[in-house]
């Protein structure tokens, strides 16, 4: 295991560091994109470039060309909602997405206004849709942004840390520990495991408070601050 980690995470590490940087911040511009983020798996890509992080600096730039992918991957979102939205949602990839995904996307937005922005950049599929929504919604785009930018700064930071701690302290342990592969495997995916969970007690959170909110048939543009 450790062989094989290490020759992994050297091979990553091999890479130009500007390129690493620029591949994370794509990847995660378009997981943030609508639609194009139900796909890629943006996240996963910044997990790896991480563990590439061999100085604070480089874990600075890493993560402030993450937020500025993921703040582009938004606004592309926010303003195809603005200009395109109705068009997209009666596409054939918006009916994909699902009626009942769309309708609780708006349900969500009118319900929090600028605190759905927020958190839903933690949420499954929300994080792609909520940004189309706000752009339809007529909401401002500098609010967008004083709520989208924060939890941005908050995910990148959380996946960069985790992953560069954990590559970092294999890396130190490897000649030491036979079995510290499995925990550098192990810290990763328990990571993963309460990302996943928490996503699920948030979402299920969420969808209980606008269940019991009932049906709200008010116009989209009708959005809290």
């Not at 997405?97 to 929300?126: D, H, Q």
């Not at 500098?142 to 954990?166: D, G, M, N």
């Not at 928490?198 to 009708?222: F, M, T, W, Y």
Request: proline share 4%; charged share 20%.
């Amino acid at each position: 295991m450790n062989e094989f980690l290490t020759w992994l995470l050297d091979a990553v590490q091999s890479v130009d560091p500007i390129v690493r940087t620029l591949l994370a911040g794509f990847a995660i511009m378009l997981e943030t994109s609508v639609l194009i983020g139900l796909v890629v798996p943006g996240d996963t890509v910044v997990i790896v470039a991480a563990t590439a992080v061999s100085s604070v600096l480089e874990g600075v730039i890493l993560g402030i060309a993450v937020v500025i992918g993921a703040v582009i991957g938004e606004s592309i979102g926010f303003w195809l909602g603005r200009y395109l939205g109705p068009r997209i949602q009666h596409s054939k990839l918006g009916r994909r997405i699902g009626e009942e995904n769309w309708a609780r996307s708006e349900r969500y937005l009118r319900r929090r206004g600028g605190p759905a922005i927020f958190i839903s950049r933690f949420l499954p599929v929300l994080h792609s849709l909520v940004p189309l929504t706000v752009g339809m919604s007529g909401y401002p785009y500098r609010r967008f942004l004083a709520w989208t930018i924060p939890a941005c700064v908050i995910w990148s930071t959380l996946y960069i840390s985790v992953a560069a701690v954990a590559a970092g302290t294999y890396r130190e342990l490897a000649d030491r520990l036979h079995y510290a592969g499995y925990i550098f495997v192990g810290v990763i995916v328990l990571f993963l495991v309460l990302v996943f969970v928490s996503k699920k007690v948030i979402e299920r959170a969420e969808r209980k408070h606008l269940e019991q909110d009932g049906p709200d048939e008010s116009p989209v543009a009708d959005v809290k601050d």
